[in-house]
């Protein structure tokens, strides 16, 4: 069974700061283009910034330069380092990983179960 876990939303006031984890864990051969999506009420789920290969990413317009995407590829874990949050920013996170359990797997894209961050003062 494999399973992507966030982790590291929460309340934070306009400005702030937060960082969000996704763990992912199970029966896996191999996991790309991880990445983290949002969704805000009332919208469509957007991308925010993902890995399209082993050194490049791509960022959302909105995030650039505010937002940075790592991961520990040991640990088969994503990061998102959100700094200079604003209110608009407020959503439920997703992280995302295309993940194959054994050699010859098809390549299932697995969701997390969400993670909310909501910036406000």
């Known amino acids: 069974q494999v399973q992507l876990v966030e982790s590291g939303g929460g309340l934070v006031q306009p400005g702030g700061s937060l960082r969000l984890s996704c763990a992912a864990s199970g029966s896996i051969f191999s996991i790309n283009g991880m990445g983290w999506y949002r969704q805000a009420p009332g919208k469509e789920r957007e991308l925010v910034a993902r890995?399209?290969?082993?050194?490049?990413?791509n960022y959302a317009d909105s995030v650039k330069g505010r937002f940075t995407i790592s991961r520990d590829n040991v640990k088969n874990t994503v990061y998102l380092q959100m700094n200079s949050l604003k209110p608009e920013d407020t959503a439920v996170y997703y992280c995302s990983g295309k993940i194959q359990r054994f050699l010859g797997d098809v390549i299932t894209n697995y969701w997390g179960q969400g993670t909310q961050v909501t910036v406000s003062s």
């Open positions: 890995f399209i290969s082993s050194t490049s990413t």
